[in-house]
């Protein structure tokens, strides 16, 4: 059974639909990757599962429970992390409370556990040595890594990653990629918007392209790229 | 170390304070009881402001409420004040449910606009109450004070009058609310739900999606300082003895001077509003004679400390000296070798 089900999922702001009948399903442990055009309806696609909006119809089933009705505080706690595109940390907080937030609440880590549970991501993140500086004064590199870190200390079953690989120099963007190889190893599921399509490849079996809010196409990820509707769409190249 | 010297200073003063009634004057026992609960009104405030994020311009209600059920406590139930203040904190709680019913669907300064129209609505409403004076108020009655557990006892063993042995008493009452909101809040946010509620503060989306509801947890604070605000209020009109609306219900007295000392001495921290109750406690008696002129020199201050020095004088101080008394941090663990973090990841298996 699919650890995560969307089904026919819509959302309109006022007449535009940014997200348009859209439904697919995530296997356990599966990493799928989601690109398009900006504007496309990725991010409001994260904010309908993740439960930050409500759809105007349709359904997300998290491993056989419908969670449509939960609110994003439940839907964490029952195992769905994300990132946010735009880095949201708590910013009077330090890098090291911001995790501590997000493992003992969401997460459900006892105290007795969540200190060494959040500096073991944070070194997995690369993000230990600044465990005690407030989060609001990085800078937005490690904003990044923090979001990664905080989503993974709410010990997510699926985990969704919002362009989080942008602006990464390549060898920050290979660890990366080992990171979040190692998640994906541990038997978290991934759902991953990105633009870095050589990240994207490395890490995930399928990819989804969504435009207009309209999903595209879903395959393989060599069939998906060679797809003449998506070159045109998403690389620009005429068919 | 550093702690440990801050706990014992913090110790030294409040002992001090506690000696004063046995040798000070009734005058400055009488200031300082008013000091003491400022400090305990403006500790709640910063939890509410500082902390949950809930900048309410309405804590006067509460104040007014508790020290009203205290006064129909010992007028027309005959029960003596203390227990009619233990029972004035608790309807004062009682009452924020609703009150959070109707302000929580506001934000921002619609939730501070919306928190001042409820007060307000009290204020007339409880000058309608004619068995308590209406609009002009009511006395305690003669000797209600006097009857007080614990007063007899001071007279006896101190061999004062009456009306001292009354001061001294909620002077140590002011004193252990003091001592009792300071310990409470420091553990509060010290727990995981205060630090769910510095989340909510700092970011209520990034919050819900870690898993906290910041509704429940900013309601639980609402709730509590109301009670403790409302047990202030009654200690406070106590000690005065007289009670009308305009009073009880003051924006200026409750509300805005407890602003002033907590954005002062630096919101958001623990000793910010004991630092702020000082500069707000000297001021006062040093322009005290000077009439409207204080309240303008207080409003410059204040806007001055908005504008130049955003965390307040306590804020500022830790800033420049890295001293922190009453930290709220959690400290990470040290991790000296590796070894150590292999172990720890078996967490992430399950």
């Not at chain 1, 309908?48 to 429970?65: A, E, K, Q």
């Not at chain 2, 449910?97 to 609505?121: E, H, K, M, S």
């Not at chain 2, 040290?334 to 298996?349: A, E, L, Q």
């Amino acid at each position: 059974m699919a650890i995560l089900a969307v089904q026919g999922m819509s959302k309109s702001f006022g007449a535009l639909k940014v997200t348009d009948d859209v439904s697919f399903e995530l296997a356990p442990g599966e990493a799928m990757g989601i690109i398009g055009p900006n504007g496309a309806g990725k991010s409001t696609l994260f904010n309908l599962i993740s439960g930050n909006l409500r759809p105007d119809s349709g359904r997300v089933v998290l491993d056989g429970r419908d969670v449509t009705y939960e609110s994003a505080m439940q839907r964490c706690s029952s195992g769905i992390g994300r990132s946010f595109q735009i880095p949201q940390p708590f910013d009077h907080l330090s890098v090291y409370e911001n995790l501590l937030v997000a493992a003992r609440f969401g997460g459900s880590v006892s105290a007795a556990e969540a200190p060494g549970f959040c500096m073991d991501i944070l070194e997995r993140a690369g993000l230990a040595h600044l465990a005690t500086h407030k989060a609001g004064a990085l800078p937005l590199l490690n904003r990044k890594r923090l979001e990664l870190a905080r989503a993974l200390a709410t010990r997510p079953r699926v985990i969704m990653l919002d362009e989080i690989a942008g602006g990464l120099t390549d060898a920050e963007c290979g660890e990366l990629i080992s990171t979040i190889r190692a998640i994906h190893a541990q038997g978290t599921a991934i759902l991953w918007i990105e633009h870095v399509l050589h990240a994207l490849n490395a890490v995930v079996s399928r990819l989804m392209v969504l435009n207009f809010g309209r999903m595209l196409m879903v395959g393989k990820p060599d069939e998906v790229m060679a797809a003449p509707a998506v070159r045109e769409i998403y690389l620009g190249i005429e068919a | 170390m550093k702690n440990a010297l801050g706990l014992l200073s913090l110790l030294v003063i409040v002992a001090a304070l506690a000696v004063v009634p046995l040798f000070g004057l009734r005058a400055l026992v009488q200031d300082l009881f008013m000091v003491l609960c400022l400090l305990v009104l403006a500790l709640n405030w910063n939890m509410l402001a500082g902390f949950a994020g809930l900048v309410s311009v309405g804590q006067q209600l509460f104040v007014g409420v508790g020290a009203y059920v205290m006064f129909a406590a010992a007028i027309l139930w005959g029960l003596d004040p203390l227990t009619g203040g233990l029972i004035g904190g608790l309807v004062a709680m009682v009452l924020s449910v609703p009150v959070a019913f109707f302000v929580f669907r506001l934000n921002g300064a619609y939730f501070a606009i919306g928190t001042w129209a409820v007060a307000d609505i009290a204020r007339l409403s409880f000058s309608q109450w004619q068995a308590l004076g209406g609009g002009t108020g009511t006395a305690l009655p003669r000797g209600a004070a006097r009857d007080m557990p614990g007063v007899q006892l001071l007279r006896e063993v101190l061999g004062v009058s009456p009306a001292a042995a009354v001061d001294m008493l909620t002077y140590w009452l002011a004193l252990g609310l003091v001592v009792a909101m300071l310990v409470a809040s420091w553990i509060f946010l010290r727990s995981r739900m205060g630090l769910g509620l510095q989340a909510v503060r700092d970011n209520p989306v990034a919050a819900r999606s870690v898993g906290v509801d910041p509704v429940r947890l900013k309601a639980l604070v609402f709730l509590l300082t109301a009670f403790a605000t409302g047990l202030c209020g009654a200690l406070i009109f106590i000690q005065t003895g007289r009670i009308s609306p305009d009073a009880a219900f003051s924006v200026i007295d409750w509300t805005a001077f407890v602003i002033f000392i907590v954005v002062i001495g630096g919101i958001g921290t623990l000793p910010g509003p004991i630092i702020g109750v000082l500069v707000f406690y000297g001021l006062q008696r040093l322009l005290s004679d000077y009439g409207t002129v204080y309240l303008i020199v207080l409003g410059v201050i204040g806007i001055v400390v908005m504008l130049f020095a955003r965390r307040g004088l306590w804020g500022g101080f830790t800033q420049w000296t890295g001293v922190n008394l009453l930290p709220l941090e959690h400290a990470p663990p040290k991790r000296p070798d590796t070894g150590i973090r292999r172990n720890t990841r078996s967490v992430h298996g399950e």
